[in-house]
């Protein structure tokens, strides 16, 4: 019989609570060599600050990793299953593979030669592209948006052309507030952005992560936990808690540090210069490309508004008359609604998705340096500096390494 029962479906939440609470405080209690507490290997990474691992670089600004930094490794068993993963990981896994081959020859409290997963460890899943995930993601939220907001005519109707489709976008994204991102910025620091996009994560176990009975399945009921734990610190893997068989390369690590650098790579500030790129950078050429879609989306389902009036003559009788929406290229979209028109919009959605850490004034002042930068610099110069206005605000967010350590400041003056 199972010991750990938490799931996604218990039957009540605070059963689930409860079991979950049991697994959090038990499942690796005593996993370290020492026999006194949690392998160093095993990482909560739903923990403030590091469910954003991976997801962010060593300058607090969201990344996703370029294309040319990702290695393919082909299934020798399925020639058409391709797994993706950056580079120095690949050859991480590769010497861990090899260990826990070799694990299974060194005979006492090592792996079984039939263990379905680690005796011969393969990868199931690793990289989930985060600007197609994140695609996805903003089109159910703009149809959402078209389906649901915008059938209540009091929205709709003032709508003719993409300038009131956006306009009136943003006013749906004031109501929403900060619990829907819009930018990929906000989206890559959200729980709908998994680690797996990163690209230095991988599953070496097709389990479901929200069911705890299967993290007994795989380790916890075997053998060969020390050497499984060890063997992932030895080639540089942090072992995800909730999921044992989800790995993610600590990029901290002395041995992940020998295949950076066998890599040409110096330091972590170099690995995220050389394979990533800041999100910011993308920001409004995703959005705005996935507000025309979803403009014509609408206007092809909605073609016109009816204006009903009164007629002049005789107030018995109505008249009405079809007001056709504009559509539009993507050429004059591109040139009538250029980054320029964006930047306003796109410093208020900012300002949205921190939770407001700027008033209206300030807003002014951003919008307007920021508009002048990419008038008479760039657009690069241009959002590099509102980024910078937001990344400053981090610090202090909810859910920071700083928001924890004075909440529990507070307690303790409080305990006196």
């Known amino acids: 019989m199972a010991k750990y029962k ?62 040319s930094a ?23 896994f590769l010497d861990f593979q090899n260990k826990l081959k070799q694990g299974v020859l060194v005979g006492v409290n090592t792996i079984a030669n039939n263990d379905p ?18 695609r996805k993601y903003i089109s159910k939220v703009l149809e959402a948006f078209n389906e649901v907001w915008l059938a209540n005519e009091k929205y709709s109707d003032g709508i003719t052309d993409i300038n009131g489709y956006v306009n009136q976008f943003f006013e ?11 930018t990929l910025t906000a989206w890559r ?47 540089g893997f942090s072992i995800t ?13 002395v041995a992940t540090q020998n295949y950076l650098s066998s890599n ?52 018995n009788k109505l008249t009405s008359k079809n007001i056709f929406r504009e559509s539009i290229s ?11 028109y964006w930047i306003p919009h796109y410093v208020r959605i900012r300002n949205i998705e921190d939770e407001t850490p700027y008033d209206e004034p300030s807003l002014e002042r951003i919008i307007q340096k920021a508009s002048q930068f990419e008038k008479i610099l760039d657009k690069q110069k241009a959002m590099s500096y509102i980024n910078e206005q937001f990344r400053k605000k981090y610090k202090y967010a909810d859910g920071s390494y700083y928001y924890y350590s004075e909440r529990i400041k507070a307690k303790r003056r409080l305990e006196g």
């Not at 749906?172 to 819009?182: A, E, H, L, T």
């Not at 690209?199 to 050497?227: M, R």
């Open 172 to 182: 749906y994204i004031k109501k929403m507030k900060s619990n829907f991102p819009i």
């Open 6 to 67: 938490g799931k996604n479906d218990n039957r009540t939440s605070i059963g689930q609570t409860l079991f979950r609470a049991q697994y959090q405080r038990n499942a690796f209690r005593n996993s370290s060599l020492e026999n006194d507490g949690e392998h160093e290997s095993i990482v909560e990474f739903n923990l403030s600050e590091r469910r954003y691992y991976g997801k962010i670089d060593d300058e607090n600004d969201p990344v996703v990793i370029n294309s």
């Open 264 to 315: 040409g790579i110096s330091s972590v500030r170099a690995f995220f210069e050389n394979n990533y790129t800041k999100t910011y950078l993308l920001d409004i050429d995703l959005l705005r490309t996935a507000v025309r879609n979803a403009y014509i989306i609408y206007i092809n389902n909605n073609s016109y508004i009816k204006d009903i009036n009164v007629c002049n003559n005789n107030h």
């Open 189 to 235: 620091k959200s729980k709908h952005s998994t680690i797996l996009s990163t690209g230095i994560a991988l599953t070496i176990a097709d389990y479901d992560c929200s069911v705890d009975e299967n993290t007994e399945k795989f380790i916890l009921d075997k053998n060969c936990q020390t050497f499984y734990y060890q063997a992932c610190k030895q080639y």
């Open 330 to 340: 993507k050429k004059n979209y591109d040139l009538l609604y250029s980054d320029y």
């Open 70 to 92: 990702l290695y393919s490794i082909r299934d020798p068993d399925n020639p058409q299953k391709v797994s993706l993963i950056s580079k120095p990981v690949h050859k991480m």
């Open 117 to 134: 997963y680690l005796a011969n460890p393969e990868i199931y899943e690793s990289y989930r592209d985060p600007i197609i995930e994140y």
């Open 241 to 253: 808690k909730k999921c044992p068989w989800l790995l993610v390369a600590d990029l901290a690590s």
